[in-house]
């Protein structure tokens, strides 16, 4: 992440979650049903913001599974940890995830809403794979609206650099990239890649 991205971020975060609407209770929740998890799992939300997912993380890992949030925005993350910091199976961490070694291994790795913001997807996402994932788990990227809204907000923003594929051509690169995409769906309300 460059220091003009971490600012741009640090400036949004204090009204993130008031602007942050498409990230309903419903649209979340329809999202997660999709994917594989269950009670017990570790789950790691790679640029967690102000934490939005984390609640809903929660509920659906119980007390025995952990939630980490990451991000490098200070503005982001210390809202995330006065909302969410007392939950005792939830931890922030800042860090760049593209640059820096996460610790621990995970059933699951979200990037919700981040993707466009990747610098080297294929590389992170080959280090994610190698570093932090269990067994069997599953990288998950998502949102909670098409693309088309997605791009709509980065071309006002002037950032075409983070210009998000439709979810079934994302779903064709990443499978020359030598993964198997188990669910490729977009729909106005999620999009949804979850990779093996
Ligand atoms: C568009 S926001 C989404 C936040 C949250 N997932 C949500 O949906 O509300 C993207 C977040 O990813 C973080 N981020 C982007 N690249 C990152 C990186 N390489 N390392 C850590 N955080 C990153 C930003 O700081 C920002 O908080």
């Known amino acids: 992440m460059t220091q003009e991205e971490i600012e741009f971020f640090d400036r949004l975060a204090p009204e993130w979650d008031a602007n942050e609407v498409r990230s309903?209770?419903?649209?979340?929740?329809?999202?997660?049903?999709?994917l594989p998890i269950a009670?017990?799992?570790d789950v790691l939300d790679l640029g967690t913001?102000?934490?939005v997912l984390v609640p809903y993380l929660v509920e659906r890992v119980g007390e025995k599974g952990h939630v980490v949030g990451i991000d490098l925005s200070d503005g982001m993350l210390s809202l995330a940890?006065?909302?969410?910091?007392?939950?005792r199976n939830v931890e922030f961490l800042k860090i760049?995830?593209?640059?820096?070694q996460i610790p621990g291994k995970y059933d699951l790795v979200l990037l919700y809403s981040?993707?466009?913001h990747l610098h080297y997807p294929k590389d992170t996402l080959a280090w994610l794979f190698r570093m932090n994932m269990k067994e069997g788990g599953r990288l998950v990227i998502a949102f909670p609206s098409d693309e088309k809204f997605i791009n709509a907000i980065h071309h006002e923003r002037d950032s075409d650099s983070d210009h998000l594929l439709p979810a079934?051509?994302?779903?064709?690169?990443?499978?020359?990239?030598?993964?198997?995409?188990?669910?490729?769906?977009?729909?106005p309300d999620a999009y949804v890649l979850i990779i093996a």
């Open 24 to 34: 309903t209770p419903q649209r979340i929740g329809a999202i997660l049903d999709m």
């Open 39 to 41: 009670e017990g799992d």
């Open 49 to 51: 913001g102000t934490g």
């Open 81 to 87: 940890v006065r909302k969410y910091g007392h939950f």
């Open 96 to 100: 760049d995830f593209e640059e820096e």
């Open 114 to 116: 981040v993707f466009p």
């Open 168 to 187: 079934a051509q994302l779903a064709e690169v990443i499978r020359e990239w030598g993964y198997d995409v188990e669910i490729a769906a977009d729909t």
